[in-house]
């Protein structure tokens, strides 16, 4: 007998977010994986939901519509009742950014007239009011994102953002427009509608208003945000008898041996986790313009790195300093610079799995994508949600890899020595 249609079908423009959004559906019970690209319909087989992480965040328009559009492929092989677009709660984007671009794909496909963008991410401070971001206390384009080497924040009226990228009329959920009940939030949604709007920003600056937001979107074919909002899907499932009992997580198996940090995010909390992983591990820094200029020295870092990694966890990060991620910029442009880095990190992995390593923790989305694309993984399982930047994530098949997708702004100061501690014997 076919299989139902997947009650979500999550399209992720990186490898971090599509993590959080599936250890937020594992952690409610929901039979669920993270797939890349190189998915099969195999690989979708008794879920509940499946996201399709995508190294698109920060691609070109066209680029990122041929990726979201190899995506929808792998979702249309079960169906699925919603597709939810994941994005960053920073909403990283730039005039010509692809979060438009994509979202039109989606919702012509879809035959979508009306959806949402609810970014906010309240549990870290990351909120929407009047249509304008804020990061904590600050406007987004007051805070250190304003300084993002790739997607700077300048501008934090989402509706003006969002607007520069569609040709389609965008208009705004407002705060109020959430307190009321349901009916009269769907009569906000009605008379947007009627105006003209085809995408709304969503102000969400509690978990409460995330929460009368998704009670009002969860019957829609698609929206888009934050998997915040999106964590609130499994309860209203349950109660129209969509879902069953929750299931037990999968028991994703604990393998041995050291694992190997690599780190690609320029945030100042990956170099400060960085820093203080190094008082006890050891860390390469690569330089990049010296490692563009001198490709032997990967090589001998790599000799050094197997005979470290006999003795435990070691890390490599590639210009890791602001200092650095400028000089590269300038010698080799911003997409440059971060289309170099994530090749050597690639080339990294390559090196370190073929060598035996089988546990990595990777810092940043774009980071993240380049790697798992580097070792061709497919599907993976993962663990419940414990908070952001905490999931594993182990690879299905005979040969398994564990990963910790490590988001480049979020974590503890010590996250980084957690997510290598010593796993025991594997199963």
């Known amino acids: ?123 870290v401070e990351r909120k929407v009011y009047r249509g304008h971001l804020f990061w904590a206390d600050q406007l987004i384009s007051d805070s250190p994102k304003r300084l993002d080497p790739l997607t700077p924040m300048r501008d934090p009226n989402l509706v003006r953002v969002l607007q520069a990228q569609t040709r389609h009329k965008v208009g705004l959920i407002r705060h109020e427009e959430l307190q009321g009940e349901l009916s009269a939030r769907h009569a906000a949604v009605a008379n947007l509608r009627s105006a003209g709007v085809r995408y709304a920003i969503c102000d969400a600056i509690s978990n409460d208003d995330l929460k009368r937001m998704a009670e009002l979107c969860v019957d829609w074919p698609l929206m888009t945000g934050g998997s915040s909002v999106a964590e609130y899907y499994p309860g209203l499932w349950r109660a129209r008898g969509l879902a069953g009992a929750p299931k037990p997580p999968v028991d994703l198996r604990p393998l041995a041996g050291p694992a190997v940090v690599l780190a690609g995010s320029c945030a100042e909390q990956t170099a400060a986790q960085i820093a203080h992983f190094g008082k006890s591990h050891p860390v390469h820094a690569i330089d990049l313009p010296e490692a563009v200029a001198k490709p032997d020295l990967i090589d001998r870092a790599l000799d050094q790195a197997r005979r470290q990694l006999a003795q435990g966890s070691i890390a490599f990060a590639v210009s890791a300093s602001p200092e650095a991620v400028i000089a590269a910029q300038k010698r080799f442009g911003r997409q440059g610079a971060a289309r170099r880095a994530e090749q050597i990190l690639g080339r990294l992995a390559r090196a370190l799995h073929a060598h035996g390593v089988r546990r990595f923790v990777i810092a940043g989305g774009e980071t993240s994508g380049a790697v798992l694309e580097a070792l061709e993984v497919r599907a993976m399982d993962i663990s419940p949600y414990l908070g952001p930047g905490t999931a594993r994530a182990v690879t299905c098949g005979a040969d398994p890899i564990s990963f910790h997708l490590k988001p480049g702004k979020l974590g503890s100061m010590d996250m980084l020595d957690q997510a290598t501690a010593d796993q025991g014997k594997a199963a």
Do not use: H, W
């Open 1 to 123: 007998m076919d299989e139902q249609p997947l009650l979500l079908g999550g399209v992720s423009d990186d490898f971090t977010g599509g993590l959080e959004l599936a250890s937020m559906m594992a952690r409610d019970g929901l039979r669920t994986r993270l797939l890349t690209r190189l998915a099969k319909p195999a690989d979708l087989r008794d879920l509940d939901v499946a996201v399709v992480a995508l190294k698109s965040r920060v691609a070109p328009a066209a680029k990122a519509v041929r990726d979201f559009a190899k995506a929808m492929e792998i979702i249309a092989s079960r169906g699925a009742r919603q597709v939810f677009f994941k994005y960053c709660a920073t909403f990283d984007s730039t005039p010509r950014g692809n979060i438009g671009p994509c979202a039109d794909y989606l919702a012509d496909r879809l035959g979508a007239d009306f959806t949402g963008f609810c970014p906010a991410f309240p549990d």
